[in-house]
């Protein structure tokens, strides 16, 4: 293994339930209906895709700005109350693959800026050496732009890389980028297609961390 790109929200964060919390709050107030398998349409993919997955759901007319807002300030405000766990194993590799000076980076579909703040609260930005954020990409996942960012960036071929995902679309950005996409599901379950694109398929960072130790890969 020469290197490891991961993806944030559902991998490193347990943030998808809490999103999806937020929007179930919501859906009443705005009149959303099948709040749920919208939701999961939008995991992996950037805050344009996000919306035009909803306005095809709810219609054209359906105000996504200032649903995305009051989502966002509830999402902060359970942040700053009850804090957003971290999934398991997340430190157990980190360390892991800084002891062993592997090259982690992070490609997500969250703006750079957020990235780097929840990375900071929770005393992981030191882990990584590269950060790619959704507002660098002008596609969003499953497109395979902010992988082959990522891997510009740390001067590697995708090749190299290992991506681990948690979501659908993460996969395919992964898969068609030439990595070698690694699964760990959370709020989706894989699937035919994800069994085919996705080299392994564990249930947790600390599986993952095993796999590399192991040195199979």
Partial sequence: MTGVVFDMDGVI??????CLRCWKTLAEQFGVNDVEPMFLKCVGTNVNKTREIVLEAQGEDF?????RVRSSELFHKIEQEEGIPLKTGVKELLSWLKSKEIPVGLASSTRKAAVEKELKDAGLFPYFDVIVGGDMAAKSKPDPEIYLRACREMKMEPKELYAVEDSYNGIRSAYAAGMHP???PDLLMPDEEMRQKAEHIFQNLLEVKEYFAS???
């Fill in 13 to 18: 964060f347990d943030t998808e339930r809490l």
């Fill in 63 to 67: 105000p996504f700005e200032e649903y």
């Fill in 215 to 217: 040195g199979a890969c």
């Fill in 182 to 184: 690694i699964m760990v």
